[in-house]
């Protein structure tokens, strides 16, 4: 791996896959704390309208995206706030509706035949300087506005009516987590694919959380193993010449397996030791 490091393009895709690791890492975990991973798939794929939409009319790639994601993802968030037990359903409609809208756009766009392949499971190896600067940025806006609204979204997260009987604006506090989830979801995708964005949302966060004392914690912690994950999957894709994306959802969900093991494993010790 230190070898291939002097490539630009490695180089470029370590920087991006951390950054991605670490604004999926404090994501993340809001959206597994308040159970809204279901949410975050559907706006995940919801995009690809986005994306169809600024290819067929020729906007920037970013902007139109966003766009479309956010107006999926307010819509979402509004269902799965009001109509608790009908949000699932809804949620998929809008989700396999986005999904072939944006495909069929891609379809109709003159002179244009895009690859979806790259968009489900990204092109780390060919992010660009300028995509890490967005990122660093995007990340550090995130992660300040995460800090500085910590306080109601930990009280937000374990117990919302609580939350409101100390005043907490829950309603409008969830759907800025949706909004955030939303441009994450835009950002990352477009370097690391929509499986791999799913993939570091869920998975170190559903890790974490068994080992975390705190939401802080589990935050740190989930961005830690995502970074893990992204080393790992980016040098077993260097070594076997595999697709790099692919390599690292692999390595996640192989640690995924890894964990329900050991649960299994400590929980059957612990009704030997009660028995």
Same mark, same amino acid.
């Given at each position: $791996?230190?070898?291939? *490091?002097?490539?630009?393009?490695?180089?470029?895709?370590?920087?991006?896959?951390?950054?991605?690791?670490? %604004?999926?890492?404090?994501?993340?975990?809001?959206?597994?704390?308040?159970?809204? /991973?279901?949410?975050?798939?559907? +706006?995940?794929?919801?995009? =690809?309208?986005?994306?169809?939409?600024?290819?067929?009319? @020729?906007?920037? =790639?970013?902007?139109?995206?966003?766009?479309?994601? *956010?107006?999926?993802?307010?819509? &979402?968030?509004?269902?799965?706030? #009001? /109509? #608790?037990?009908?949000?699932?359903? %809804?949620?998929?409609? !809008?989700?396999?509706?986005? &999904?072939?809208?944006?495909?069929?756009?891609?379809?109709?766009?003159?002179? =244009?035949?895009?690859?979806? $392949?790259?968009?489900?499971?990204?092109?780390?190896?060919?992010?660009?300087?300028?995509?890490?600067?967005?990122?660093?940025?995007?990340?550090?806006? %995130?992660?300040?506005?995460?800090?500085?609204? =910590?306080?109601?979204?930990?009280?937000?997260?374990?117990?919302?009516?609580?939350? @409101?009987?100390?005043?907490?604006?829950? #309603?409008?506090?969830?759907?800025?987590?949706?909004? &955030?989830?939303?441009?994450?979801?835009?950002?990352?995708?477009?370097?690391?694919?929509?499986?791999?964005?799913?993939?570091?949302?869920? +998975?170190?966060?559903?890790?974490?959380?068994?080992?975390?004392?705190?939401?802080?914690? $589990?935050?740190?912690?989930?961005?830690?193993?995502?970074?893990?994950?992204?080393?790992?999957? *980016?040098?077993?894709?260097?070594?076997?010449?595999?697709?790099?994306?692919?390599? !690292?959802?692999?390595?996640?969900?192989?640690?995924?397996?890894?964990? *329900?093991?050991?649960?299994?494993?400590?929980? @059957?010790?612990?009704?030997?030791?009660?028995?």
């Amino acid at each position: $791996m230190i070898e291939a *490091l002097q490539f630009d393009f490695m180089q470029n895709a370590l920087t991006a896959g951390l950054l991605a690791s670490i %604004i999926c890492g404090v994501i993340g975990t809001l959206v597994v704390v308040n159970r809204i /991973v279901f949410l975050s798939g559907g +706006i995940a794929h919801a995009a =690809y309208g986005g994306i169809g939409l600024a290819f067929y009319f @020729k906007w920037p =790639y970013l902007p139109g995206t966003i766009g479309f994601s *956010l107006t999926a993802a307010m819509l &979402m968030a509004a269902v799965s706030h #009001k /109509v #608790k037990h009908r949000a699932d359903t %809804i949620v998929g409609v !809008i989700w396999a509706v986005g &999904m072939a809208f944006g495909i069929i756009l891609l379809d109709l766009t003159p002179g =244009y035949n895009v690859d979806l $392949m790259s968009y489900l499971f990204g092109s780390i190896l060919t992010v660009p300087s300028s995509e890490l600067v967005v990122m660093a940025v995007v990340g550090v806006v %995130i992660t300040l506005l995460v800090f500085f609204y =910590y306080p109601d979204l930990l009280a937000m997260s374990y117990d919302e009516e609580f939350a @409101k009987i100390r005043g907490v604006p829950v #309603k409008a506090l969830y759907f800025g987590l949706i909004g &955030m989830l939303a441009v994450t979801i835009v950002l990352v995708i477009q370097v690391v694919g929509l499986i791999l964005v799913i993939a570091l949302l869920t +998975i170190p966060p559903f890790i974490a959380e068994k080992y975390a004392g705190s939401l802080a914690q $589990m935050m740190l912690l989930s961005s830690a193993l995502g970074s893990v994950f992204t080393l790992v999957g *980016l040098w077993l894709s260097y070594q076997y010449n595999l697709t790099s994306g692919a390599t !690292i959802i692999m390595v996640s969900g192989s640690a995924f397996i890894v964990s *329900l093991l050991i649960d299994r494993i400590c929980l @059957k010790g612990n009704n030997l030791r009660g028995e």
